[in-house]
T-cell receptor
Framework: AQTVTQSQPEMSVQEAETVTLSCTYD???????LFWYKQPPSRQMILVIR??????QNATENRFSVNFQKAAKSFSLKISDSQLGDTAMYFC????????????FGKGTKLTVNP | DVKVTQSSRYLVKRTGEKVFLECVQD?????MFWYRQDPGLGLRLIYF???????EKGDIPEGYSVSREKKERFSLILESASTNQTSMYLC??????????FGDGTRLSIL
């Protein structure tokens, strides 16, 4: 069975600083995708960044980047220059190619950016 | 932009009622999903559908059913609502193995 673990239920960071959210996963598959989703308070869940397992290069989207360590099954999210609008729940998720279309989610990390 | 629309943002129903939650997507996506989201439990998959009239059980299907008569519409049905079904319900759609796009969610309260 595939599992995703987010070990930090809550985190906080000062505006303009950098924060890293942790995610580990467990799978025996070799072809899979990893995602970080963001859910602001009372707002829609949106995709932040995705990583294909076959790509060694870490994905980057503006201030968001990942540190993908395939051997360690680790997929952390780094947010640089944190902004107040980054305050949200962040979910790490996994799907493997060839299996069902089920996304496996972690339980989430609540990030608060303080002014 | 992909648009996933859930019919209600907030809904209050009574125990024993039959409840319908509707979801419509406008991007011709093959896959559609229903999740419930509870504090400390994250998102849990109720049902999903690969195609019209196709459905598969997720992790917590008990007490729920679904209907997909048209590609763009995926309905979640609570046959006889109970208080433990009070939750936030999220609908999502996607192309195969592509990121899922979510609706705004329906906060359902069963009294």
């Amino acid at each position: 069975a595939q599992t995703v673990t987010q070990s930090q239920p809550e985190m906080s960071v000062q505006e303009a600083e950098t924060v890293t959210l942790s995610c580990t996963y467990d799978t025996s598959e070799s072809n899979y995708y990893l995602f970080w989703y963001k859910q602001p308070p009372s707002r829609q869940m949106i995709l932040v960044i995705r990583q294909e397992a076959y790509k060694q290069q870490n994905a980057t989207e503006n201030r968001f980047s990942v540190n993908f360590q395939k051997a360690a099954k680790s997929f952390s999210l780094k947010i640089s220059d944190s902004q107040l609008g980054d305050t949200a729940m962040y979910f790490c998720a996994f799907i493997y190619q060839g299996g069902s279309e089920k996304l496996v989610f972690g339980k989430g990390t609540k990030l608060t950016v303080n002014p | 932009d992909v648009k996933v629309t859930q019919s209600s943002r907030y809904l209050v129903k009574r125990t024993g009622e039959k409840v319908f939650l509707e979801c419509v997507q406008d991007m011709d996506h093959e896959n559609m999903f229903w999740y419930r989201q509870d504090p400390g439990l994250g998102l849990r998959l109720i049902y999903f559908s690969y195609d019209v009239k196709m459905k598969e059980k997720g992790d917590i299907p008990e007490g729920y059913s679904v209907s997909r008569e048209k590609k763009e519409r995926f309905s979640l049905i609570l046959e006889s609502a109970s208080t433990n079904q009070t939750s936030m319900y999220l609908c999502a759609s996607s192309r195969p193995y592509q990121p899922q796009h979510f609706g705004d969610g329906t906060r359902l309260s069963i009294l």
